[in-house]
């Protein structure tokens, strides 16, 4: 217990030490550059000093710290902008914060592609909730959910089968369709509660993508996009001694987070998955619980 106690010290010491050497290294490294430059200029043209110095031995010395000074603040940022994007891995359970963070902007604009949107959904339901009795910044919403079409054969979600195939359920898939209609429709009256309480603007959107639930994509504002894989092995069971069923767990899933604050490769990726979000809701069709409440 005494060893790993010493052991955390010592670690704590060493982070402070970098954040130190980190705060500290540029601007130690350009005063001592420019103090050479200085001193060189002053023994070439003050003659005790360049007798001193050796003469003329600094002038050349003196030219290079200068140049040395000017071309250090892009050394630096070359140096950064070469290193490999840095990508922080979050939980899904973590995406109340991502929401809430998205919230302090004039116009809001959240896309999702995944299974059901259970998760994002309940952290945008509370959120929303909120902008009631406070609006903030807030003054339009725009919510697009891309969600998989339930309506046709899928071998995930999918009733486990012998030798764990997967075998299509229509009951199940339509139970999965049911839970997003639900989703949608909490959602599309909460966006008119607030049109009524609030000068708040929220559009809500639910389509429909073929294939299975494989990636899950939350964009913010177009700024962020995190990415995860789901697990298609995961099961689960409406009955204990019931029917097994390949269902993905998506607040199980870890999501990487791309940033445009971040290096240019991230920035870069973060507009790559913003094409390929718009161009997957260009291509989905509308679900028909959005047509039955039309007509």
């Given at each position: 217990?005494?060893?790993?106690?010493?052991?955390?010290?010592?670690?704590?010491?060493?982070?402070?030490l970098?954040?130190?050497?980190?705060?500290?290294?540029?601007?130690?490294t350009?005063?001592?550059?420019?103090?050479?430059?200085?001193?060189?200029?002053?023994?070439q043209?003050?003659?005790?000093v360049?007798?001193?110095?050796?003469?003329?031995?600094?002038?050349?010395?003196?030219?290079?710290?200068l140049?040395?000074?000017?071309?250090?603040?892009?050394?630096?940022e070359?140096?950064?902008?070469?290193?490999?994007?840095?990508?922080?891995l979050?939980?899904?359970?973590?995406?109340?914060?991502?929401?809430g963070?998205?919230?302090?902007?004039?116009?809001?604009?959240?896309?999702?592609?995944g299974y059901?949107?259970?998760?994002?959904?309940?952290?945008?339901?509370?959120?929303?909730?909120?902008?009631?009795?406070?609006?903030?910044p807030?003054?339009?919403v725009?919510?697009?959910?891309?969600?998989?079409?339930?309506?046709?054969?899928?071998?995930?979600?999918?009733?486990?089968?012998?030798?764990d195939r997967?075998?299509d359920?229509?009951?199940?898939?339509?139970?999965?369709?049911?839970?997003?209609?639900?989703y949608?429709?909490?959602?599309?009256?909460?966006?008119?509660?607030?049109?009524?309480a609030?000068?708040?603007?929220?559009?809500?959107?639910?389509?429909?993508?073929?294939?299975?639930?494989r990636?899950?994509?939350?964009?913010?504002?177009?700024?962020?996009v995190?990415?995860?894989?789901?697990?298609?092995s995961?099961?689960?069971?409406?009955?204990p001694?019931?029917?097994?069923?390949?269902?993905?767990?998506?607040?199980?899933?870890?999501?990487?987070?791309?940033?445009?604050?971040?290096?240019?490769?991230?920035?870069?990726?973060?507009?790559?998955?913003?094409?390929?979000f718009?161009?997957?809701?260009s291509?989905?069709?509308?679900?028909?619980?959005?047509?039955e409440?039309?007509?």
């Amino acid at each position: 217990m005494a060893e790993r106690g010493s052991a955390g010290a010592d670690a704590g010491i060493g982070e402070r030490l970098k954040r130190y050497q980190e705060r500290f290294e540029p601007m130690v490294t350009r005063f001592l550059l420019l103090g050479l430059f200085v001193t060189g200029l002053t023994a070439q043209f003050v003659k005790p000093v360049g007798d001193a110095l050796e003469d003329k031995a600094y002038l050349g010395g003196a030219l290079l710290s200068l140049v040395g000074y000017v071309l250090y603040d892009q050394v630096k940022e070359l140096s950064s902008s070469v290193r490999p994007p840095t990508r922080a891995l979050v939980n899904s359970s973590q995406l109340g914060s991502f929401v809430g963070d998205a919230f302090h902007t004039r116009n809001v604009e959240i896309d999702f592609l995944g299974y059901t949107g259970e998760t994002l959904f309940h952290a945008l339901y509370h959120r929303l909730e909120g902008l009631i009795d406070n609006p903030g910044p807030t003054r339009r919403v725009s919510i697009r959910m891309l969600v998989p079409d339930f309506g046709q054969p899928m071998t995930v979600p999918s009733k486990v089968g012998e030798g764990d195939r997967p075998v299509d359920d229509v009951v199940f898939r339509r139970r999965m369709e049911q839970r997003c209609r639900e989703y949608d429709n909490i959602l599309s009256q909460l966006a008119e509660r607030l049109g009524t309480a609030q000068p708040v603007v929220v559009q809500c959107e639910y389509r429909l993508y073929p294939g299975i639930p494989r990636d899950k994509i939350c964009i913010f504002n177009r700024q962020l996009v995190l990415h995860g894989l789901y697990d298609l092995s995961a099961r689960m069971r409406l009955q204990p001694m019931g029917d097994e069923y390949y269902d993905p767990k998506g607040y199980r899933t870890d999501l990487n987070v791309w940033s445009r604050q971040g290096t240019a490769a991230e920035g870069e990726a973060v507009a790559t998955w913003n094409k390929h979000f718009d161009d997957l809701w260009s291509l989905a069709k509308r679900p028909a619980w959005r047509q039955e409440a039309a007509a």
